[in-house]
């Protein structure tokens, strides 16, 4: 066989030498991420849950990724503003922080909602037991109790409970109570937030509520109302003399509500997993850390994985719910 000439092997490793400064030019011409400010858009009003799990860890992503980072609200349909611009703008400085209901609305909303399988999952930012809580005067300390007062109250002409909005979680979540339970039909009495729906629960106007823990313990803690179960898997540190549902009697009985951060449908992995180790250092800051545990929340953090089970579950929990009681956002 003959050999190759001196001029063929010199033309080789001058096309190898292009080939791998091309290459290099390439990936040096490829813009860093992050480019430019990040946005965190955020389908809420200042000032709920969603609103400051975003705010608590604006400064940890900032100080991590090397850029500003903002919230930006765009209230409206239970966050589905927020989650259609994510999904239509498609732009990986423009992420997502949104809660449970981004699993609820595709099951409730008659007109068609974001697919939470859509977005492409960072990392967990909160969660939040959900509490069942009833006035001071009501003859009920135990599940047990609250099984009979509501039995009699259906059987003396309806019982009805406070939710903070047809379709929403608190809605379903009592549904879902209810159901295992094995109480009857309830009355749903739909507020505009939780906010008032938990103060017509204070002021007796409405028997009972089930809302988010972070949102009741100051409630709970001034004597204005009484937890009767959380329905986490563990006792909360905040009210540690109340039990949980499965403690009280309903095995297999976990209801949370969360906050996450997630990406649009192209978020390539890289950025994933920066955007994940930026989240994890911010949640791990003693003041932020802190802040969510004392409000009666658990910190979130892990994986995209675990977020994204979440996601899963949960689509798959409160669609089952919705369609088996045929409950619509109003």
């Known amino acids: 066989m003959r050999s190759p000439s001196r001029r063929t092997i010199l033309t080789a490793a001058a096309g190898s030498a292009l080939s791998a400064l091309g290459a290099t030019s390439a990936v040096a011409a490829a813009p860093a991420w992050p480019s430019k400010p990040v946005s965190l858009l955020v389908g809420y009003p ?7 799990g975003a705010r608590f860890i604006t400064n940890g992503l900032a100080s991590a990724l090397g850029q500003p980072v903002v919230v930006e609200n765009k209230p409206g349909a239970s966050g589905n503003l927020a989650a259609a611009e994510a999904l239509r703008l498609n732009d990986s400085h423009r992420l997502l922080v949104a809660n449970t209901s981004l699993t609820i609305n595709p099951h409730t909303y008659a007109t068609p909602s974001p697919n939470p399988l859509d977005f492409t999952p960072i ?6 037991q959900l509490v069942l809580c009833v006035h001071p005067s009501a003859p009920v300390k135990t599940l047990e109790d609250f099984r009979t007062w509501v ?14 909005g047809s379709g929403g979680n608190t809605h379903l979540a009592m549904e879902h109570l209810r159901e295992r339970a094995g109480l009857p039909p309830m009355n749903q009495v739909p507020y505009k937030g ?9 002021g007796n ?9 972070s949102l009741l313990i100051p409630f709970i803690a001034s004597g204005r109302l009484r ?7 563990e006792r909360l540190p ?19 509500v969360f906050v996450g951060l997630w990406g649009p449908p192209s978020l390539t992995p890289d950025i994933v997993s920066k955007t ?8 791990a800051n003693p003041a932020v850390s802190g802040t969510i545990t004392k409000n009666g929340d658990m910190v979130g953090g892990g994986t995209p994985e675990r977020l994204a089970k979440l996601t899963r579950d949960n689509y798959r929990l409160w669609g089952e719910i919705a369609k088996k009681n045929d409950i619509k956002a109003t």
């Not at 200042?46 to 400051?52: N, S």
């Open 46 to 52: 200042p000032g709920g849950l969603t609103d400051a």
């Open 123 to 128: 990392g967990l930012v909160l969660e939040s």
């Open 151 to 164: 039995r009699a109250g259906v059987k003396a002409g309806g019982f009805s409970y406070a939710s903070a």
């Open 194 to 202: 939780s906010a008032p729906a938990i103060q017509d629960v204070v």
């Open 205 to 213: 106007q409405v028997p009972c509520i089930v809302d988010a823990a």
């Open 227 to 233: 937890a009767i179960v959380v329905t986490g898997a």
């Open 238 to 256: 905040a009210l540690p003399d109340v039990p949980t549902a499965a403690e009280a009697g309903l095995k297999d009985f976990l209801v949370t």
């Open 276 to 283: 994940n180790a930026a989240l994890n250092a911010a949640l």
